[in-house]
């Protein structure tokens, strides 16, 4: 999964097709197609959930307590699948 944060204002978003933006108006992103995505802005950095870890730390939620660890990485600066337009 690839998620959007800016520096400027704190927001964290999901990508979609259409164009999604922060609520600063400073970074921007949104899918070309199944795999691929870009994103705008000085203050916008990539992030990305390990999809099978974060699906096995929703099965595993437990009742109470801590909850359970997934794997999340900011995306490097130069990547095939994510980048900067």
Do not use: H, W
């Not at 922060?22 to 994103?39: D, F, H, M, P, V």
């Not at 096995?56 to 130069?78: L, R, W």
Request: proline fraction near 5%.
């Amino acid at each position: 999964m690839k998620l959007l944060m800016c520096l400027e204002c704190n927001d964290i978003f999901n990508l979609d097709l259409s164009e999604k933006i922060c609520s600063c108006g400073r970074s921007k992103g949104k899918y070309i197609n199944q795999q691929l995505a870009e994103y705008t802005g000085k203050s916008a950095v990539p992030l990305g959930f390990s999809n099978p870890s974060f699906i096995q730390a929703i099965k595993d939620q437990p009742n109470e307590g801590m909850g359970k660890e997934f794997t999340a990485f900011v995306i490097p600066k130069n990547c095939e699948t994510f980048f900067r337009k």
